[in-house]
């Protein structure tokens, strides 16, 4: 039984670029949530994605993008990379948008130079 | 405004030793709250999820509590080996069933030998 997989599992960008990370929930699961975590912090959330639509979002700029296909696998696009964004994002799925507990990823680790 | 605290921030112990994790969360009106391992590097691990109704959750060596009217849960590890060291994060929802989930900054736990 898969658990969630998370792509690319390292990235590197410089700033100002753009870039795009995946996610395939675990099987079963048509709900998946999108956290950053920054290092020596707690996750975040970003947002989350059921029906192929935005449910909830976070405290997030509008720079942090996302897309669920019919598939239920997820993206999560950040443009104009800042300094700041340098964190692991982790990606949750759930099956159904409020239902607990979510199964959690390894994660992407993004650097930023 | 859903906000959880986690004491210690460290916790340093030697092997065979019974331990207590604290959390704490401002916002009671939850229905559950749940407890993840994080190891370096890595994505989490869900340890417990604990509805509102259980107010007691048990795995294995691990046993957690959630007390909805002071705004605490504990996380009780018995016979530490050194295997259970990690970072050990609780999340509660923002607000009641709430699939948005606000973590903690965690603890850190080391096991010795």
């Known amino acids: 039984d898969a658990g969630v997989t998370q792509s690319p599992t390292h990235l590197i960008k410089t700033r100002g670029q753009q870039v795009t990370l995946r996610c395939s929930p675990k099987?079963?699961?048509?709900?998946v949530s999108w956290y950053q975590q920054a290092l020596g912090q707690g996750p975040q959330f970003i947002f989350q994605?059921?029906?192929?639509?935005?449910?909830q979002r976070g405290n997030f700029p509008d720079r942090f993008s996302g897309h669920q296909f019919p598939n239920y696998s997820s993206e999560l696009n950040v443009n104009a990379l800042l300094l700041g964004d340098s964190a692991l994002y982790l990606c949750?799925?759930?099956?159904?948008?409020?239902?607990?507990?979510?199964?959690f990823g390894d994660g992407t680790r993004l650097s930023i130079l | 405004k859903q906000e959880v605290t986690q004491i210690p921030a460290a916790l340093s112990v030697p092997e065979g030793e019974n331990l207590v994790l604290n959390c704490s969360f401002t916002?009671?009106?939850?229905?559950?709250l749940q407890w993840f391992r994080q190891d370096p590097g890595k994505g989490l691990t869900s340890l417990l999820l604990i509805q509102s109704s259980q107010r007691e959750q048990t795995s294995g060596r691990l046993n957690a509590s959630l007390d909805k009217s002071s705004g605490r849960s504990t996380l009780y590890i018995a016979a530490s080996q050194p295997g259970d060291s990690a970072t050990y994060l609780c999340a509660a929802p923002t607000q009641g069933g709430s699939e948005k989930l606000v973590f903690g900054k965690g603890t850190k736990l080391t096991v010795n030998p």
């Open positions: 949750a799925s759930s099956f159904g948008p409020a239902r607990q507990p979510q199964h």
């Open positions: 916002d009671s009106a939850i229905y559950n």
């Open positions: 099987s079963g699961h048509d709900t």
């Open positions: 994605y059921y029906e192929e639509e935005e449910r």
